[in-house]
T-cell receptor, first 108, second 113 residues
């Protein structure tokens, strides 16, 4: 079983702060996805990264796939209360494997 | 814009009871899957299907059955519920298999007493 570990598990910050969430594994993944989940809803895809070293930007969110395709990070600049939610990474290998998630709360 | 529809949204069962969680999608996706979500454990794959008539086991299949008689529907059956199956269940579908974008339902919260 391929394991994905996310850190931190919980993060509570003030509006306007920057943050980084990490997704690490000892396994190599062919691609990695990031999802965001709000309470009472299913996860929604934010981005898919495929190439080692790839960097993708979505407005204030920056996603990076590690050179060895074993890890990824999500950086949020100037966080807003609307960024509050559970962030999940998922790696494609033998089957799609999800990390345990990072629960982010952005306080106004 | 129905997408993926799950029913029921909430269910309470007694140990040993059986039930079926329904999942339907209207996007003509071949790939469908069931996950359970427990605190701190992310989403774990129970069963998946790559098309009508084809199903396979995921990471945690024990205690669950599935079938895929049509492209649209992918029900999940609990034959004899156990307290360890208390969880939130999500159905998802994808156009590009498991590596494609997964579209999730809103979830079904199941409590087994």
């Amino acid at each position: 079983t391929q394991l994905l570990e996310q850190s931190p598990q919980f993060l509570s910050i003030q509006e306007g702060e920057n943050l980084t969430v990490y997704c690490n594994s000892s396994s190599v993944f062919s691609s990695l996805q990031w999802y965001r989940q709000e309470p009472g809803e299913g996860p929604v895809l934010l981005v898919t990264v495929v190439t080692g070293g790839e960097v993708k930007k979505l407005k204030r969110l920056t996603f990076q796939f590690g050179d060895a395709r074993k890890d990824s990070s999500l950086h949020i600049t100037a966080a807003q209360p609307g960024d509050t939610g559970l962030y999940l990474c998922a790696g494609t290998g033998n089957m799609l494997t999800f990390g345990g998630g990072t629960r982010l709360m952005v306080k106004p | 814009n129905a997408g993926v529809t799950q029913t029921p949204k909430f269910q309470v069962l007694k140990t040993g009871q059986s039930m079926t969680l329904q999942c339907a999608q209207d996007m003509n996706h071949e790939y469908m899957s069931w996950y359970r979500q427990d605190p701190g454990m992310g989403l774990r794959l129970i069963h998946y299907s790559v098309g009508a008539g084809i199903t396979d086991q995921g990471e945690v299949p024990n205690g669950y059955n599935v079938s895929r008689s049509t492209t649209e529907d992918f029900p999940l059956r609990l034959l004899s519920a156990a307290p360890s199956q208390t969880s939130v269940y999500f159905c998802a579908s994808s156009l590009g298999g498991e590596a494609g974008e997964l579209f999730f339902g809103e979830g079904s919260r199941l409590t087994v007493l």
